[in-house]
């Protein structure tokens, strides 16, 4: 299946702080998702971004298909965004291929 | 409200004892997948529906059975637990604006 690696593996911010947050992946693809982990577990899904740059409040995505990177920015960091967030990757077959993620921990 | 109910939350099992974990979607999406989450390991697929009666394996199906007779339903049954298989399990739905996921059960097997 699919590679996908992210960094950092760990991220410690102040609140208000910017912050990038990088996936690469193997081969093309069809699907490239980013998600967010809350404390409780839940996966919340951030963008839907097989290709192009997209943006939700203080939280933009922006894909490079043809150089297979994906990059998340998170500005003016809250405490409620500590958590761990995936970047997932499809490429035909039936699977969601995960990263590793990156541990994200929002200091006030 | 990501449309997808998985129960229950939590379970604490025996070891060799059969346990269901159940997953249903509001609408009726084709596609719908069960993951575990573990240390070290991330997401991974146990198993996958394409449709009603239509399923097939994913990375890690060895000691699971999946079945889908209706289409909002797609109970995940662990035939004899493991304690191997303590994690915790992910049910998914593919939509036209990618996968969403249920709030999770986490299984314990003692």
């Known amino acids: 299946g699919i590679q996908v690696e992210q960094s950092p593996p760990d991220l410690i911010l102040q609140e208000g702080a910017n912050s990038t947050l990088r996936c690469n992946f193997s081969?093309?693809?069809?699907?490239l998702q980013w998600f967010h982990q809350n404390p409780w577990g839940q996966l919340i899904n951030l963008f839907y971004i097989p290709s192009g740059t997209k943006q939700n409040g203080r939280l933009s995505a922006t894909t490079v298909a043809t150089e297979r990177y994906s990059l998340l920015y998170i500005s003016s960091s809250q405490t409620t965004d500590s958590g761990v967030y995936f970047c997932a990757a499809q490429t035909g077959a039936n699977n969601l291929f995960f990263g590793t993620g990156t541990r994200l921990t929002v200091i006030p | 409200d990501a449309g997808i109910t998985q129960s229950p939350r939590y379970k604490i099992t025996e070891t060799g004892r059969q346990v269901t974990l159940m997953c249903h979607q509001t609408w009726s999406h084709s596609y719908m997948f069960w993951y575990r989450q573990d240390l070290g390991h991330g997401l991974r697929l146990i198993y996958y529906?394409?449709?009603?009666?239509?399923?097939d394996k994913g990375e890690v199906p060895d000691g699971y059975v999946v079945s889908r007779s209706k289409t909002e339903n797609f109970p995940l049954t662990l035939e004899s637990a493991t304690r191997s298989q303590t994690s915790v399990y992910f049910c998914?739905?593919?939509?036209?604006?990618?996968?969403?996921f249920g709030s999770g059960t986490r299984l314990t097997v003692v």
């Open positions: 529906s394409a449709a009603a009666d239509i399923t």
């Open positions: 081969d093309s693809v069809n699907n």
């Open positions: 998914a739905r593919r939509t036209d604006y990618g996968y969403t």
